[in-house]
């Protein structure tokens, strides 16, 4: 679904419901951020954007987006919340809008764009097809799932290296991804920086191994 279809469902279905008949299962958020920040906002000006579901399975409703403000409305002791219903629509398109509307709060940091996209690609859907329906550049789609092969030796990525870094690690030979992340975290490398010691890297690797090829002597030595 793109960007402009599902904006054009907002203010159609506007209503209040029951917090308790909103299923939040799916959309558990580990950091809730600036949590009071948002509540004390929420005092003063309330709630400047209704948060999104659709229609429910184990609940009337599913949440698409707005765990955060939720949670802000329970601390506040209010049971029930203004909402965007979009009514029956498709797993994928629930993730889409999800994503998009992650994307809008910048809450999305590159290693959960690229695990979405991974994601979305495993289920089948092409990376053109993704861009499309995200209104993304197939590059954008292509660069963080780059990034994203690192996660297979790592599970820092998301915490400790920005997009250009891992991407320019993911060019290096697999062996040595782990040696190159670990490096990069602790010195807080620039990607100019893993891209020297790559080819650096790479000049040594060459050389020895034409010292083995023309002084296989030496090494018997």
């Known amino acids: 679904m793109r960007d402009k279809e599902w904006k054009r469902r907002e203010g159609k279905m506007k209503k209040r419901v029951r917090i308790s008949d909103i299923d939040l299962d799916e959309n558990i958020r580990e950091e809730l951020g600036d949590i009071e920040g ?4 929420i005092k003063k000006i309330g709630l400047q954007y209704p948060i999104k579901v659709r229609t429910g399975t184990k609940k009337p409703f599913d949440l698409i987006d707005g765990y955060r403000r939720i949670q802000a409305y329970l601390k506040l002791n209010q049971h029930s919340i203004d909402v965007d219903d979009l009514g029956k629509i498709s797993d994928n398109e629930k993730d889409l809008i999800q994503f998009l ?4 709060s910048k809450y999305n940091t590159w290693y959960e764009k690229a695990k979405f996209f991974k994601s979305k690609t495993d289920e089948g859907l092409s990376q053109r097809k993704l861009a499309k329906e995200l209104n993304k ?7 963080h799932l780059q990034a994203y092969r690192l996660s297979e030796v790592s599970s820092q990525l998301h915490k400790n290296l920005s997009l250009s870094v891992a991407r320019e690690i993911s060019f290096c030979p697999k062996q040595d991804w782990k040696m190159l992340i670990d490096y990069a975290i602790e010195t807080k490398a620039t990607k100019e920086t893993i891209r020297k010691m790559v080819q650096n890297c790479a000049m040594m690797n060459n050389k020895l191994d034409l010292i083995k090829i023309t002084h296989s ?4 030595i």
Not at 38 to 41: D, G, T, V
Not at 137 to 143: D, L, N, P, V, Y
Not at 217 to 220: D, I, M, S
């Open 38 to 41: 948002l509540i004390n906002s």
């Open 101 to 104: 509307c992650n994307e809008q």
């Open 137 to 143: 550049t197939h590059g954008f789609i292509e660069q």
């Open 217 to 220: 002597a030496v090494h018997k």
